[in-house]
T-cell receptor, first 113, second 120 residues
Framework: GESVGLHLPTLSVQEGDNSIINCAYSNSASDYFIWYKQESGKGPQFIIDIRSNMDKRQGQRVTVLLNKTVKHLSLQIAATQPGDSAVYFCAENLPNTGNQFYFGTGTSLTVIP | GAGVSQSPRYKVAKRGQDVALRCDPISGHVSLFWYQQALGQGPEFLTYFQNEAQLDKSGLPSDRFFAERPEGSVSTLKIQRTQQEDSAVYLC??????????????????FGPGTRLTVL
């Protein structure tokens, strides 16, 4: 039978440029968010998190921005490197739901040397 | 130190067969999670253990899915009578509680490489 494939959003950037990866989350009640990086053949790896009482949080070469009004998260990667090539997921967590996270579809980032 | 390991890395099963997927968490990690990741999608939560207690199994898609962690370390995810829609990567993650005796959502989950299950 015919198979239907899901196509990840993709982003290609030149090495050294800044990257911005966007995520629309689903539940306005979510109050904690994580960005993960997943390289081919590996499990997701924690990058940075943010609580809903913050609009911005910075890490090493990464910044997460949260806009609760439009339920939007973004991950900014400064001076993108070839090793940053991966699929990036945002994950949301609702209060009082324990450790259950809901992951987005993901964005595939390709860094061109 | 070693990270989370999973075995086998690849499993091919005929429809109707039972499979067992193993997860070895990081030593000392109290919490263990199983996720299912379909091709091109994000991981979906299946179940969660704290030590040997299965505290949340709300994500298991059917009663064909069963997980156990009898001694609070290694965990096995068993899928009975596999169906084609079970084809996915099954990810395991573990975490160590930063608050004594209690895992919180801010405790970093460390993921294994996953087991890719293909059901023919």
């Amino acid at each position: 039978g015919e198979s239907v494939g899901l196509h990840l959003p993709t982003l290609s950037v030149q090495e050294g440029d800044n990257s911005i990866i966007n995520c629309a989350y689903s539940n306005s009640a979510s109050d904690y968010f994580i960005w993960y990086k997943q390289e081919s053949g590996k499990g997701p790896q924690f990058i940075i998190d943010i609580r809903s009482n913050m609009d911005k949080r910075q890490g090493q070469r990464v910044t997460v921005l949260l806009n609760k009004t439009v339920k939007h998260l973004s991950l900014q990667i400064a001076a993108t490197q070839p090793g940053d090539s991966a699929v990036y997921f945002c994950a949301e967590n609702l209060p009082n739901t324990g450790n259950q996270f809901y992951f987005g579809t993901g964005t595939s980032l390709t860094v061109i040397p | 130190g070693a990270g989370v390991s999973q075995s086998p890395r690849y499993k091919v099963a005929k429809r109707g067969q039972d499979v067992a997927l193993r997860c070895d968490p990081i030593s000392g990690h109290v919490s263990l999670f199983w996720y299912q990741q379909a091709l091109g999608q994000g991981p979906e939560f299946l179940t969660y253990f704290q030590n040997e207690a299965q505290l949340d199994k709300s994500g298991l898609p059917s009663d064909r899915f069963f997980a156990e962690r009898p001694e609070g370390s290694v965990s096995t995810l068993k899928i009975q009578r596999t169906q084609q829609e079970d084809s996915a990567v099954y990810l395991c993650a573990s975490s160590f509680p930063t608050r004594e005796g209690q895992t919180t959502r801010t405790d970093t989950q460390y993921f294994g490489p996953g087991t890719r299950l293909t059901v023919l």
